[in-house]
């Protein structure tokens, strides 16, 4: 008898992320929307330079503060294997050292966090928040998927509701696979707006510094 | 017919100058420019009225807010510089103020902050730093004052609309497969 159902199962992995795609975004659109052209932005964006998101954002009256996060943490061995307890916050001091007067308005943390172990992570944001005011916006992709990439994609801002992504790279590695309560537990005084899964196997955040 | 070279005309000799780069527009290369070779390093404050290219090392601050200022491929710069426009092919530890504009070519790197009107990053390029995009304010002085309004203060009724699919959808290109988590 053949049971109702019963073909095979669907494979659900999602597919990694190590092309070139374009990817439709629905927090980041609503977040362009409300920018507004009477005030100043400060925008942190953990990613590589990009020319293309430059240009996208001088069209709103912001100061752009590039800190490719990955680059800067590879720089320094940080990802070589760490044989003593290592103490983040002076590492995040020091790589991070942004004025006491610092805040900004709104995060980008592209495919960041997949490369970043739990306690990076978790120091990472604690560091973070002191720079932040209540009611940064922090958005952020988290892959889904059990691999990624050996290293992070870029993102160019094609449009308000686009990006695109890009990844050369066909060496694959473990992904975290951070979930909404795990990334609630790591980003400290940060709440989950809302999320949205991409079609790559992204899933997208809207985080609020509280 | 006669051609003014063959008729005599005297010929001006060629000025024997250091070795320039090539410039596709005729007047850049009509352009006076100063050049700090290769192997010349320079410690202190660089000023002037005319065009600098830079190939050398060059530690404190360079000031040539009326004209333009390259930093070429091996050029080494560990200074402030104010110029015109500003384009940077070798590596540049300092904040960059253009008059104009500001270019990061595909082999440069900048770590320092930007202050232009217009800013391009070629692809390639490596920054580290702020880059200050309100030409306005650069205009006027006066700061314009902030509203106390946070981003996300306005986020929660148009997350609400956006999922209506009230949003226009001329304006907004809304992936229909996204999926609310």
């Known amino acids: ?210 | 017919m006669w051609k003014k070279n063959e008729v005599g005309y005297p010929q001006p000799e060629p000025p024997v100058t250091a070795p320039q780069q090539q410039h596709s527009n005729p007047v850049e290369q009509l352009r006076e420019r100063a050049i700090i070779g290769s192997s010349i390093t320079v410690k202190g404050e660089i000023a002037g009225d005319e065009d600098l290219m830079v190939q050398g090392q060059v530690e404190g601050r360079i000031e040539l807010r009326q004209h333009n200022v390259t930093v070429g491929k091996n050029g080494r710069v560990k200074a402030d510089i104010f110029g015109k426009i500003i384009s940077i092919e070798g590596e540049v530890r300092g904040n960059v103020f253009g008059e104009e504009k500001i270019v990061i070519r595909s082999t440069g790197v900048l770590h320092g902050n930007i202050t232009a009107p217009r800013v391009t990053l070629e692809d390639g390029s490596k920054f580290k730093g702020s880059i200050d995009m309100d030409a306005k304010e650069q205009e006027k002085p006066a700061k314009v004052s902030e509203p106390k309004v946070a981003v996300a203060d306005t986020l929660k009724p148009a997350v609400a609309l956006a999922e209506r699919g009230v949003e226009d959808s001329k304006k907004l290109k809304f992936d229909t497969t996204a999926t609310r988590a």
């Open chain 1, 1 to 210: 008898m053949k049971w109702f159902g019963s073909r095979p199962a669907k494979d659900t992995e999602s597919k990694p992320e190590n092309e070139s795609s374009i990817q439709p975004t629905l927090a980041l659109a609503v977040l362009f929307r409300q920018l507004r052209a009477d005030r100043k932005y400060h925008i942190l964006d953990f990613g590589s330079a990009s020319g293309t998101n430059v240009e996208f954002l001088s069209r709103y009256p912001c100061r752009l503060t590039v800190e490719d996060l990955h680059q800067t943490l590879a720089s320094f061995d940080f990802f070589a294997g760490r044989e003593s307890p290592c103490d983040y916050q002076k590492v995040f001091q020091y790589l991070l050292p942004y004025p006491e007067t610092t805040r900004f308005d709104i995060v980008l943390a592209w495919d960041v966090f997949n490369y970043l172990e739990r306690e990076v992570l978790r120091h990472l944001m604690q560091h973070l928040i002191r720079f932040c005011h209540a009611g940064t916006v922090l958005h952020a992709t988290v892959s889904t998927a059990r691999h990624i990439p050996d290293k992070p994609g870029q993102y160019r801002i094609l449009d308000e509701a686009n990006l695109l992504y890009l990844n050369d790279s066909s060496v694959l590695r473990p992904a975290p696979r951070y979930t909404e309560i795990d990334l609630k537990q790591l980003l400290a005084g940060f709440k989950v707006y809302s999320s949205y899964l991409l079609r790559n196997g992204m899933k997208e955040y809207l985080f609020v510094s509280e």
